[in-house]
């Protein structure tokens, strides 16, 4: 456990359901906001969209639009966002959706007062690494589903298609200053996705415990979240409107990202942006579900330590087994829970990526995210991590 560490979370969480309708008398950081969803139709289908508009203009706020946002969000539609609420006056940033909405709320939060392009102020691969000078607008984060915990950290992910690097990138300015998580808006997900978004939350809280600056806090969020989730993800994946299972989700989404906030991801995350980078139509859950029993499987054998404490957290009876096998308990558990949430015949083959691709990935992951592999319990080298890929595909 770290002992030398920064606390800092200045995000106001207002949790629960039905807590949506606080936006109508809360007071909100603006008097014109941007809302920032994807191209799809969930938002505006399910009433989401016309719910927060509705009651954000019984304060006297207005609303723009922007909806654009990819699955895997684009640099190109950071730079649009921005222009557009440049151009509309708007002075705060709503994300309405899930990781990609908020995640792009983020970045576009950035570009809206500062010039240049998005990939300018990227620390990584061929972002210049520019300082933010002009300060960033106000972020109001509300998510719809129980994944990223994006809501609870400043942390953002953008892929910039041409050159395939996908890059997190976050400031102390990026921490939202209002979330609102309310799990009725998540009743509507489809078993799958919230078996992908599940499993992202898992990994967060996974990694955050493994991450060498973890810390006394973000453990207690991390088991706390991997605990919750094992109990619950099977039981929303097989029935969305079990509220109970819905709500403790939520919260261990949100935990996870208070996790992110206190320790880090793992170069688990690093592995999976290449290959969502080089095939943008892989779910990042999905991509995490594919690598994570092979990842995981070698950091047991490398750096065991913190391993029985995650299988213990998963329900496992660690104490009984011998000492020698109780990291690897939890690769048991990870599989266990992996067929339960119906992800257990995912396939790499599905996607356009190659186990001939290995070499290419494993560069792709240390050039672009390289900093998480020093957080790592165990270090690993590139002939090791174009193993750990080239095992993910079928034989």
Request: charged letters at 20%; proline letters at 7%; a negative charge.
């Amino acid at each position: 456990m770290n002992l030398d560490f920064t606390f800092h979370i200045p995000v106001k969480i207002i949790f629960g359901r039905g807590k949506i309708d606080e936006l109508a008398t809360h007071p909100l950081p603006g008097k014109k906001a941007l809302i920032v969803i994807t191209a799809g139709k969930s938002m505006k289908a399910n009433g989401y969209l016309d719910t927060v508009i509705g009651n954000m203009a019984k304060q006297g706020v207005e609303s723009v639009v922007f909806d654009k946002i990819l699955p895997n969000p684009i640099s190109d539609h950071v730079d649009e966002g921005a222009a557009l609420a440049k151009q509309e006056g708007c002075d705060f940033i709503v994300g309405l959706g899930g990781g990609s909405s908020i995640d792009s709320a983020k970045s576009i939060a950035v570009m809206a007062k500062n010039p240049g392009e998005y990939w300018d102020y990227i620390h990584g691969g061929s972002g210049k690494g520019k300082p933010i000078e002009n300060g960033v607008l106000p972020i109001v984060a509300i998510p719809t589903t129980a994944g990223t915990g994006t809501e609870a950290d400043p942390w953002t992910v953008v892929t910039k298609v041409a050159s395939k690097e996908k890059i997190g990138f976050g400031t102390p300015e990026t921490f939202p200053v209002l979330s609102i998580v309310d799990p009725d808006l998540m009743r509507t997900v489809p078993p799958l996705l919230t078996a992908f978004q599940g499993m992202d939350a898992f990994f967060h809280a996974a990694e955050g415990y493994l991450a060498t600056v973890a810390q006394p806090a973000s453990d207690h969020f991390a088991l706390d979240s991997i605990r919750l989730i094992t109990e619950y993800l099977p039981r929303a994946v097989k029935n969305g409107d079990d509220m109970e299972a819905r709500t403790a989700l939520a919260w261990a989404s949100t935990q996870s990202g208070l996790v992110e906030s206190t320790s880090s991801c793992i170069s688990h995350h690093s592995l999976e942006h290449a290959l969502s980078a080089f095939d943008p139509d892989l779910p990042h859950g999905a991509g995490l579900i594919l690598l994570s029993t092979h990842y995981f499987g070698f950091m047991a054998q490398k750096a065991p330590e913190r391993f029985p404490a995650m299988a213990r957290a998963m329900g496992m009876d660690v104490d009984a087994l011998p000492e020698s096998e109780r990291p690897q308990a939890f690769i048991t558990a990870l599989k266990q829970l992996i067929n339960d949430i119906g992800a257990g015949g995912l396939s790499l083959s599905d996607y356009k990526l190659s186990k001939d691709l290995a070499p290419a990935l494993a560069d792709n992951a240390l050039n672009n995210m390289g900093p998480l592999f020093t957080l790592d319990p165990y270090t690993l080298n590139r002939d090791e991590i174009i193993s750990i890929f080239a095992s993910c595909f079928p034989a």
